[in-house]
């Protein structure tokens, strides 16, 4: 959950406790309807109660919106069919077999990867750390490929596009040894 929903949730919690309280004082007649009607009219116009029930209406459907949503499991998962049925890979577990073409490949000491279903494909982007005794537009290029065949090998998902970000080079001195 993202901190703005929270911080939404948390206030219209904070405001829903706050007018329980108001009703519940109401109805045992803690506070009488005049008291709660006067101080409205008296600090807040017709128009401004609107407005605020109308914000309080938005943050609400907001907020139940998730529940009633429907999950797309196509949006984390890429099918295959064949005459049998239908074969069903998550991006984790093609996630690990990019992470294992990438281990295959020397000079990479460290990697990230992203994976996102396009129109054309499969996309990978990966942030990679390499050693500093190798060629980087070779290896960029031995890797997109090394990924895209070891994928299109061993699950036979097309790959749309591999795009490569070499973050850092890698500077200490235990540097993978292959």
């Given amino acids: 959950m993202q901190l703005l929903d929270r911080i939404i949730i948390f206030v219209f ?3 829903l406790i706050f007018i329980s309280l108001i009703m519940i004082g ?6 009488p309807l005049t008291y709660i009607s006067a101080f409205i009219n008296q600090y807040y116009g017709q128009a401004v109660i609107g407005v605020i029930g109308a914000v309080l209406l938005v943050v609400a459907v907001r907020i139940l919106y998730p529940l009633f949503r429907r999950k797309d499991k196509s949006r984390n998962t890429i099918v295959r ?3 049998l049925g239908e074969i069903r890979l998550s991006l984790s577990a093609i996630d690990a ?10 000079g990479i000491k460290e990697v990230e990867s992203k994976l996102k279903v396009g129109e ?4 990978i982007f990966l942030e990679v750390v390499v050693t500093p005794d190798i060629n980087i537009p070779e ?5 997109q490929e090394s990924i895209k065949e ?3 090998r061993t699950t036979g998902v097309v790959v749309g596009q591999i795009e490569v ?14």
Avoid: C, M, P
Avoid at 97 to 106: D, G, H, I, P, S
Avoid at 139 to 143: K, Q
Avoid at 165 to 178: C, F, G, H, M, T
């Fill in 13 to 15: 919690t904070i405001l």
């Fill in 26 to 31: 109401s109805a045992v007649e803690l506070i």
């Fill in 81 to 83: 069919e064949n005459s």
């Fill in 97 to 106: 077999l990019v992470n294992e073409a990438v281990n295959q490949t020397r």
């Fill in 120 to 123: 054309e494909g499969l996309n």
């Fill in 139 to 143: 290896i960029s290029e031995e890797l």
């Fill in 150 to 152: 070891y994928l299109k």
């Fill in 165 to 178: 970000l070499v973050d850092k080079v890698a500077q200490d001195s235990n540097l993978r040894v292959e």
